[in-house]
């Protein structure tokens, strides 16, 4: 994962639009990626998955889009909802057992 | 749902004592994780266990030690804790087969004095 120094970058949506939470992973060699959501107090929370062999995939509100040739990931959530104020970060799956993580993007929905 | 308890939410230690972390996960799963959480450096993987009395050092495993004696539980052992070693301490599990998540506990938010 990249340290991005001591302050989160913060996303501010408006309560009811969509977000984009974007990251950006560093080996070309990972195969396997995973959004996680984690609210104050608590632990990682997984939300979705993509292997490397898809650019694309769906969940319930939530879509990740994967970029290979630019080695970009993105998480969309739609319709953003007061709940889906939190940290969310990336994970890349390297070696079988071995995860990264990016440091995280803070959501912040405004009522 | 996959459950990993951590055994307590918040500790305080002295210097130089012998720490313990304890974490349970309940679906029977191959491989667990002790995570390291400190503001501005993501996740930083300590160790892990692909199987019982099995583990491996991950990336910041000095000062640490751990132990698998049963599958379902994985500890984390401070030999001698330091200050430097307060952070927010993350346990997580998942099946050993490709393309799986790991699940995470709720931490143990750690203080040494």
């Known amino acids: 994962g990249e340290n991005v120094g001591l302050h989160l970058p913060t996303l501010s949506v408006q309560e009811g639009d969509n977000s984009i939470i974007n990251c950006a992973y560093s080996n070309s060699a990972s195969d396997y990626f995973i959004w996680y959501k984690q609210e104050s107090g608590k632990g990682p929370q997984f939300i979705i998955d993509i292997r490397s062999n898809m650019d694309k995939r769906q969940g319930q509100r939530v879509t990740v889009l994967l970029n290979k040739t630019v080695k970009h990931l993105s998480l969309q959530i739609a319709a953003t909802q007061p709940g889906d104020s939190a940290v969310y970060f990336c994970?890349?799956?390297?070696?079988?057992?071995?995860?990264?993580f990016g440091s995280g993007t803070k959501l912040n929905v405004k009522p | 749902d996959v459950k990993v308890t951590q055994s307590s939410r918040y500790l305080v230690k002295r210097t130089g004592e012998k720490v313990f972390l304890e974490c349970v996960q309940d679906m029977d799963h191959e491989n667990m994780f002790w995570y390291r959480q400190d503001p501005g450096l993501g996740l930083r993987l300590i160790y892990f266990?692909?199987?019982?009395?099995?583990?491996e050092k991950g990336d910041i495993p000095e000062g640490y030690s751990v132990s698998r004696e049963k599958k379902e539980r994985f500890s984390l052992i401070l030999e001698s804790a330091s200050t430097n070693q307060t952070s927010m301490y993350l346990c997580a599990s998942r099946r050993q087969y490709s393309n799986q998540p790991q699940h995470f506990g709720d931490g143990t938010r750690l203080s040494i004095l």
């Open positions: 266990s692909y199987d019982v009395k099995m583990k």
């Open positions: 994970a890349e799956n390297r070696d079988f057992n071995k995860f990264y």
